[in-house]
């Protein structure tokens, strides 16, 4: 029961050049761009099988191959630490402990796809965060691994640091990518894909911090050494961030698969207060509720999947009995009838009329009736949104009705919670 | 609008601004470092300050209104030394969101919403801080405060106060 972690080594003061680099840091870079071309990056990045870690699991390397090859645009790559996903809280540790992984795993991208521009996108609350990247990103250029001909290659990179203005929407690729532009981010149709055209109508590459994370690791040590962590399908290692009712909330990294019983009982110290588990969101607020019985499953894409859920951004949020679900259903599509950018009628109308829904209910005013007339908001969101905000907000609204009815009879009943809350705060 | 003495802009804000200038392949680009920078200095976005910038810089000013409707993190008027911002996300009202507000209410004796009479505290809820396992959380200006306790709260918003 304890792993060593790859991403999340506990090496104190790693924030530092000389001591990132004392335990083996920019070694892979020299070795990307001594040894390599880019196209071997790129393979190299296939066969490792490593999938995209900011919610929806593509294939990285194949990703970076949609680039077309006749190419003269400048191409970008836009890293993506706008880190706003309810229950998720991944990004902020590496960057806080580990800022120049993140900066050697953008210049290997960088390197891989042919850019000489990247940008990395972070949420404005992260103010300590910004300033621990621009002075990663200073360090990395006095010496020599960012700017002109980095060590001696011929390759260019420059990294501009753009901060967000607190929009969890500008997490949505598109959305970033107009945001960067200067506009309010609202989000675009896709085809075109980014890789086509994205950021200033060129191709952009968007990846998210973790993701990023994992290459200098996998450049290091190899695809093989990469596919021994983890599931066939979704190889490597996870942070998994758990939030809520543990008794050791925090960031676990562990191989993909994991058992989430494993994750919630041997590591996060399991559930507070001794109570029972009530259900559990194992992929950020935006994926569907798992009732408490149902943690032997596998923290992996596809079982994850199979279980009904998905893995989204891995942030596991844990409820214990004390939890009163139509609360947290509540609290969950306030959120997202705040951050939809207003773009699209399903999405802006339709996270208003569930979080108007669930307002009345919470506060007494309820009717029973207005069950099925959330379920059918739900599905009429559902597919009908230029991104994948409105869909995100369905899950969580609807897999609380559809297990915990009960609950919400009896909140519409009874005008009041059918659980005695716990203390929280003291 | 070259004369630095008519400028409501600090000279460090100028730099920054011009440096940005110089960063982006379009200068529209600049917009939302723009309103951090007078978000910075002015604790708000002040309208005078974004004219000023519209005008040195070339970019429309509707830009940057549109910006400043859009992006939630910037008071759009004055707000207190200390702005409060709590959140009150999933996993933060797991751990007790809603208290920590009303304990806050209680203490600063203010609403959501509203600022202290001393003009020292403005208490605001906001969305998910991304520092979820170490929730109750809230945001004073820039700076997170996690694991928060009645016992934190009261040495936090104490030593604020001294600080004046
Ligand atoms: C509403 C919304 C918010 C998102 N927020 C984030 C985010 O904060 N960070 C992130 O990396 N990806 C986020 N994504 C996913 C991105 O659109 C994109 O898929 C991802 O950054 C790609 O990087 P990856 O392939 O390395 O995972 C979000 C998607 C949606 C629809
Ligand atoms: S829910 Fe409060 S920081 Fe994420």
Redesign the interface.
Known sequence: MSFEPILLKPIPDDDQIDVYEKHGGYSALAKALKEYSPEQITQIVIDSGLRGRGGAGFPTGRKWTFIPKDNTK?VYLCVNAD???????K??QLMREHPHLLIEGTIIAAYAINCH?AFIYI??????EARLLEKAIAEASTKGYLGKNILGSGFDLNI?L???????ICGEETALMT???????YPRVKPPFPAVAGL?GCPTIINNVETLCNLPPIVANGADWFKSYGTPKSPGTKIF?????VNK???YELPMGVSMRELLFDYAGGIKNDKSLKAV?PGG?SVPMLTGDKIDVNMDFESLAEAGSMLGSA?V???DET?CIV??AY??S??YQ??S?GQCTPCRQGTLWMYRILHRIEHGKGRTEELDLLLDICDNIEGNTICPLGDAAVPSVRTSIRLFRDEYEYHIKHKKCMVELG???? | MNKADKSILTKSTIERLEKLLVVFPEKKSIVLPALHLVYEQFGYLNKAAIAEIAARTGVPDIYFEEGANFYTMFPIAPVGKYLIQVCHNISCTLMGADELVRYLKEKLKIEVGETTADGLFTLVTVECLGSCGTAPVMQINDTYYENLTREKVDRILEKLRRQE
């Open positions: 400048p880190e706003s996903e309810p229950g998720t809280f990004d902020r521009q949420r404005g609350e992260f103010a300590a501009t753009y901060r967000g203005g607190g929009a969890y945001s960067l532009e200067g506009g309010p981010g200033y961030c758990v939030s809520g009712h909330p925090g960031n969101i607020s942030g949020i844990v409820m939890t609360k947290a609290v969950i306030r959120f705040h951050e950018c203390p929280r705060f003291e």
